[in-house]
């Protein structure tokens, strides 16, 4: 059974299922939700519980042990098994799924995994959890949600603020969901009920973005050029390795030209893009970053990111001159908004 995490509350008022699964990268949303499952569970008599943490020393016995050992005062228990990784190996598979398919009813159990990649989601030990458990796949905040989710959390402490404090607040947390959680608060804790200024908002909250390599190309694609800009001086200023951004970079300006070269040779863009498994956020800002970019512009980004390599690597690139940070800003802003 799937559960989207907003009905979790309503579900939580009835009699618990015997077996739940959260499955999620932001870490903040999939600790609230296991928090309210915990107090549940405490509230209707599980009063043990059993925490086992699937590592390279794991053996698989112990769940089953777990499950089958009866509580020190003969009480109902909850067992909860964290997975990491999200790969439980062949043994591991097996495991899950004989155990979903026979679940003890005097106990209640929580398997908490990462988000799934597209390949592991489609494992037959995955489909059996999604069939027989409580299944809450919690999806990322995306940026452009990232506002309305802060004005959500500001009203259930009684406060609210206008969209362009949002939206400072939102590019100051970036990427970083328990630090927006933890500027709300703090704004609840400086300032009482009701309407909070921009100047409120920007006196509080920090600087405290994480960006993420691989999110810097959304930003590209929207032709964000604001964002982008912060996104590379953040990359820059957390160290991060410059080869690994160009590599991200040039992937994308790669696969814009192949699929623009097949538009133009008259197929489709819609198989196009499911060809080249590109879906969620990405998708949507694909086609009109392919409407907006010219072959002669993708080509020219390619001629220019081999040029980069070569800079980076120390090597001679007489198309540039200066700074590696600096070409890698010019070579994305020429996709962003091209001339």
């Known amino acids: 059974m799937q559960l989207r995490a907003d009905a979790l509350d309503a579900h939580l008022g009835k009699p618990l299922a015997p077996l739940y699964v959260i499955s999620s990268d932001e870490h903040l949303l999939a600790l609230e939700a296991a928090d309210k499952i915990r107090k549940a569970a405490r509230a209707q008599g599980l009063s043990e519980r059993d925490v086992l943490q699937v590592d390279r020393s794991f053996k698989w016995g112990e769940l089953v042990a777990a499950n089958n050992e009866q509580s020190l005062f003969g009480d109902r228990k909850l067992i909860e098994l964290r997975l990491p990784t999200g790969k439980p190996g062949k043994e591991g598979g097996q495991a899950l799924q004989q155990y979903a398919a026979s679940p003890n009813p005097d106990n209640v159990t929580l398997i908490t995994l990462p988000k799934l990649d597209w390949a592991t989601a489609k494992a037959a030990w995955v489909g059996t959890l999604q069939q027989s458990a409580v299944y809450i796949d919690i ?4 940026r452009n949600q990232l506002p309305g989710w802060i004005s959500t959390r500001l009203a259930a402490q009684g406060q609210s603020a206008g969209r362009d404090a949002l939206d400072f607040m939102a590019g100051r947390v970036e990427g970083n969901l328990l ?23 920007h006196d509080a909250v920090l600087n405290v973005a994480r960006y993420d390599v691989f999110k810097l190309n959304e930003a590209m694609l929207a032709g964000d050029v604001a964002r982008l800009v912060r996104m590379l001086d953040g990359l820059q200023g957390e160290g991060e390795a410059l080869p690994l951004v160009l590599w991200a970079v040039a992937e994308e300006i790669r696969t814009l030209l192949k699929i623009k070269t097949a538009m133009e040779q ?3 863009v819609g198989q196009l893009l499911k060809q080249y498994r590109i879906w969620g956020p990405r998708e949507k800002l694909m086609e009109p970053a392919l409407r907006r970019l010219s072959m002669a512009t993708l080509e020219a980004a390619i001629q220019q990111a081999a040029q980069l390599d070569r800079l980076v690597k120390g090597l001679r690139a007489p198309a540039l001159a200066g700074d590696a940070w600096d070409a890698m800003r010019q070579l994305a802003l020429g996709v962003a908004r091209p001339r």
Do not use: C, N, R, T
């Open 179 to 201: 630090a927006a959680h933890q500027e709300i608060q703090k704004l609840g804790l400086l300032h009482g009920d009701g309407q909070l200024s921009f100047d409120q908002v």
């Open 139 to 142: 999806p990322l905040i995306e």
């Open 266 to 268: 008259g197929q489709p």
